[in-house]
T-cell receptor, first 111, second 113 residues
Framework: DAKTTQPPSMDCAEGRAANLPCNHSTISGNEYVYWYRQIHSQGPQYIIHGLKNNETNEMASLIITEDRKSSTLILPHATLRDTAVYYCIVSPRSNDYKLSFGAGTTVTVRA | DAGVIQSPRHEVTEMGQEVTLRCKPISGHNSLFWYRQTMMRGLELLIYFNNNVPIDDSGMPEDRFSAKMPNASFSTLKIQPSEPRDSAVYFC???????????FGEGSRLTVL
């Protein structure tokens, strides 16, 4: 029972912003939205997480809709090194060990 | 900070042999996770430790798999006897409990012939 829906793949141009969508229409009030990515042959890497407010860090921005049923991860200036599988995960913070990694979105940044 | 350290990075073994994978978590972290990744099943949580105590091992596939965490700086995942279907990349991760920010190692790629 997938809690999130992501497009299987997307391309973006180097230097442009990459906007990665995620639907989580059944999200509960205590569930956070987490984003991870996995570059080929490496372990997953934490990117960002949020509850209902938009969040920004040195890697990305997370925009969560007011009804919290969807979110967008924004990579402001995509580089070739951002080519990876991006996972959107929802989970209660108290239960963060149960992060369930689905199929994710394969993002290819093209020169 | 060296990050989560796993060994070996690659292991090729024959069916029936014992395999031991090792993990050194980030110092100070109190949660440790073992995941398995295959093309067919993606990333699966095998077991979760908090303060060196196994909290949830429901993802461990069968009795051939066992995991230990004798102290805060070391954990092992053992497969005995190994089978070809155990071939996968095994990841160890650590975190501060409740942070949601898991730090993964580079993985141990296991091939069972």
């Amino acid at each position: 029972d997938a809690k999130t829906t992501q497009p299987p793949s997307m391309d973006c141009a180097e230097g442009r912003a990459a906007n990665l969508p995620c639907n989580h229409s059944t999200i509960s009030g205590n569930e956070y939205v987490y984003w991870y990515r996995q570059i080929h042959s490496q372990g997953p890497q934490y990117i960002i997480h949020g509850l209902k407010n938009n969040e920004t860090n040195e890697m990305a921005s997370l925009i969560i809709t007011e009804d919290r049923k969807s979110s967008t991860l924004i990579l402001p200036h995509a580089t070739l090194r951002d080519t990876a599988v991006y996972y959107c995960i929802v989970s209660p913070r108290s239960n963060d060990y149960k992060l369930s990694f689905g199929a994710g979105t394969t993002v290819t940044v093209r020169a | 900070d060296a990050g989560v350290i796993q060994s070996p990075r690659h292991e090729v073994t024959e069916m029936g042999q014992e395999v031991t994978l090792r993990c050194k978590p980030i110092s100070g972290h109190n949660s440790l996770f073992w995941y398995r990744q295959t093309m067919m099943r993606g990333l699966e949580l095998l077991i979760y430790f908090n303060n060196n105590v196994p909290i949830d091992d429901s993802g461990m596939p069968e009795d051939r798999f066992s995991a230990k965490m004798p102290n805060a700086s070391f954990s092992t995942l053992k497969i005995q006897p190994s089978e070809p279907r155990d071939s996968a990349v095994y990841f160890c991760a650590s975190s501060f409990r409740g942070s949601g920010e898991l730090f993964f190692g580079e993985g141990s790629r296991l091939t069972v012939l």
